[in-house]
C-alpha cells in the first residue's frame, strides 16, 4: 500500500481492506491533501484484486468534520479557476469512492458535518453509533453542499433531502436513518459488530458479480456524469464570490456571528 500523511489504508486476511481519516486533532476534516490522497487510495483499492470489500470510518471521535476551514479560508483568496480546481479534487475523490467496484460500507464513529455527508453518500451502506449528529452545515458559512450534492440526493432522495439539505440543521442518528442517509444506528460498544455483519455475506460472493451490480444498480440509479459534476462545481464557485460566502468564512475566523443571524 501507498505511504498517506492524512488517511490510512489497511488490509487483513479476509480481503477487506480499511480507509481511516486520520486527522483525529481537526475532526477528521478534510484538507487539499486528505482530498487527494482519498482519490488515491479509492484508485489503489479499486485496482486491488485482493481486496474484496472496503471499509471506510475516522480515527478518533468524529468521522469527518467536512472541509477544513483553513482549507476553505484560503481558497476564499484565490482567483475562480483556483477554487474550481480544488472543488473539482473534492467532486474527483467522491466520484471514485461512488464508484468503486467493490463494496464501501461506512463505519460512522462520530459526527458528521458538511463534506462529510458526502462521504456517508457514496457508501453502499453506512452503520453509525447512536450518539453522532449530523448537519449539511455549509449554508451556515454562506456556502452550498454543492459538491457533494449528487450523491446526497442520489442517496436521500429530494424529499428526505429537502428537510435537513439546506437548513443547517443539527440531527442526531436517528433522523439520519429516517432520511435514508443511515443504513443502521447502534451503541458504540455494538459498531465493530455490525459492521463485520454487512461485510460477511461478502465472503460468499463472486468479487465479479458483486462489482457488476453495483455497476448496474448505479447505471440504473441517477445519473452523477461529467455534465452533473461541471454544474456543481460551477455552482459553488458562484457561491464562493457571494458577499454572504465572504460573510460567513470572516465571521467564523472572527468568532462573531455572521450579519444574518439573529
Known sequence: MMNFETIRVTTDESALATLTLARPEKHNAMSGQMIVEIAAAA?????????????????????????????????????????????????MALRALNELPKPLIGRINGQAFGGGLGLISVCDVAV???????????????????????????????????????????????????????????????????????????????????????????????????????QTISLLANVWETTDAAEGIAAFFDRRKPRWQA
Open 43 to 91: 484508485e489503489l483499492l479499486a485496482g486491488d484484486d485482493t481486496v474484496r470489500t472496503v471499509v471506510l470510518t475516522g480515527e478518533g471521535d468524529s468521522f469527518c468534520a467536512g472541509g477544513d476551514l483553513s482549507w476553505m479560508r484560503a481558497q476564499a483568496a484565490t482567483a475562480r479557476p483556483e477554487r474550481i480546481a480544488e472543488a473539482r479534487k473534492l467532486a
Open 128 to 230: 453509525a453509533v447512536d450518539t453522532a449528529r449530523f448537519s449539511f452545515s455549509e449554508v451556515k458559512l454562506g456556502l452550498v453542499p454543492a459538491t457533494i450534492s449528487p450523491y446526497v440526493l442520489s442517496r436521500m432522495g429530494e424529499g428526505y433531502a429537502r428537510r435537513v439539505f439546506m437548513s443547517g440543521k443539527l440531527f442526531d442518528a436517528n433522523e439520519a436513518r429516517d432520511l435514508g442517509l443511515i443504513s443502521k444506528v447502534v451503541p458504540s460498544s455494538g459498531l465493530d459488530e455490525a459492521i463485520e455483519a454487512e461485510v460477511r455475506p461478502y465472503r460468499a460472493a463472486s468479487p465479479q458479480a458483486v462489482a457488476a451490480a453495483k455497476g448496474l444498480a448505479r447505471r440504473l440509479g441517477p445519473i452523477i456524469d461529467d455534465a452533473v459534476i461541471d
